[in-house]
């Protein structure tokens, strides 16, 4: 019976040690560093200061009429949905809206990649009735750009130009 015990307790002992092998001792470190003259085995990046990103774009209609709207944001995604001016149908006003969204990403302190959405609804007439009080149907339509592209901050850019007009785009870096 002894025999069967010390046989039990020398297989448990082997299969505890086998299963949790022992630490290895660190290498020793050799005289004057790292090769290559390195002191350290750990390299950490310094830290960069969080910002904000002051996001101004501008637009001139074909009439030449401008327009402009600006966000502050920190990096990574913002979003702004607000109304623009009204258009009259049929006497009444008709509300467009503006949508500005995107994700700005730092490349350095000089640039920045910026994924953006600039778009608005347009209301059109869809059908009109007569009879003592005419009134028209319409429906709204959404257009607008969908672009991504490097900004130099101070720097302003175009970002499209056709015969409906121009938007341009400038990004300041605003650090404390």
């Given amino acids: ?48 200061d969080p910002v904000n990103y002051l996001i101004h774009v501008e637009w ?45 990403k730092s490349l350095d302190d000089t640039k920045a990649r910026l994924q953006l959405y600039l778009g608005r609804t347009v ?3 869809t059908g009109t009735s007569s009879g003592p009080s005419p009134a028209s149907t319409y429906s709204q339509m959404s257009v607008g750009l969908d672009s991504a592209l490097i900004v130099k901050f101070g720097k302003a850019a175009i970002i499209q130009n056709d015969e409906n007009g121009q938007i341009s785009i400038l990004v300041k870096r605003i650090a404390d």
């Fill in 1 to 48: 019976m002894k025999k069967q015990l010390l046989i039990a307790v020398a297989l448990l002992v082997a299969l505890v040690s086998y299963s949790q092998p022992a630490p290895m001792p660190p290498a020793p470190m050799p005289p004057g560093g790292l090769p290559g003259g390195v002191a350290s085995r750990s390299v950490v990046a310094p830290a960069q």
């Fill in 60 to 104: 001139l209609n074909s009439k030449g009429e401008s327009n402009a709207l600006e966000v502050l944001t920190a990096e990574g995604n913002f979003e702004l949905n607000t109304f623009q001016k009204a258009v009259k149908i049929n006497n009444n006003d008709v509300p467009t809206t503006l949508r500005f969204n995107g994700t700005i």
């Fill in 123 to 125: 209301p059109y007439i």
